[in-house]
């Protein structure tokens, strides 16, 4: 067997264990797709067979699902931990009896609990600035707003905000129950 063969098959070989040991890895870290639908399901309070669900990717990088899903002809999302099931965040709101529910955690918020649904209102972009602000540890004097609206985000409403200090971009998604889905900061470029 001529030496470039050996090569390419040591090659294969080494390639086939990687594989093999990174499908164990994912296989034994992370809670499966059917959990997570299963976990999404309980926190929402409604039954899994009643939920479409879109689309579930697990980020790695996040160590979380991204979950897209439709309930009653509405679209819905929502970011499960990986690890153990948690809710992160959804934007599912259910209305009954003239009270609005949403099933909103803040991970931050030592007094909230994953396993209740909680009542919340809709916030002002005031209000969006201030929560951004304190998520990131930043003095409003200290920044120039570029940018503060409302957008919308695959079917949802949420506030955009950007500020930039003489060194960073800071760029903010904020839903309109106050919960911070995202945060970049970047280094400005000449």
Request: glycine share 2%.
């Amino acid at each position: 067997m001529p030496k470039v063969a050996k090569i390419l098959i040591g090659i294969a070989v080494v390639a086939i264990i990687v594989i093999i040991l990174v499908m164990t890895y994912i296989n034994t870290a992370f809670i499966s797709k059917a959990e997570a639908k299963n976990y999404l399901a309980k926190k929402i309070n409604v039954e899994e067979q009643d939920i479409h669900f879109e689309t579930i990717e697990l980020e790695m990088d996040k160590n979380q699902y991204e979950v897209e899903f439709y309930y009653n002809n509405h679209e819905y999302e929502a970011k499960i931990d990986a690890k153990n099931g948690n809710v992160i965040y959804t934007d599912f709101i259910r209305t009954t009896n003239n009270t609005t529910s949403n099933a909103t955690t803040n991970n931050n918020d030592n007094n909230s609990s994953s396993n209740e649904t909680t009542t919340q209102q809709e916030i002002s972009i005031e209000e969006a600035k201030k929560i951004a602000l304190d998520y990131a540890k930043l003095n409003e004097s200290d920044l120039t707003l570029i940018k503060a609206r409302e957008e919308h985000e695959d079917g949802t409403l949420i506030y955009e905000i950007e500020w930039h200090d003489n060194t960073y971009e800071y760029d903010f998604e904020v839903s309109k129950t106050g919960t911070v889905l995202h945060f970049d900061k970047d280094l400005l470029h000449d």
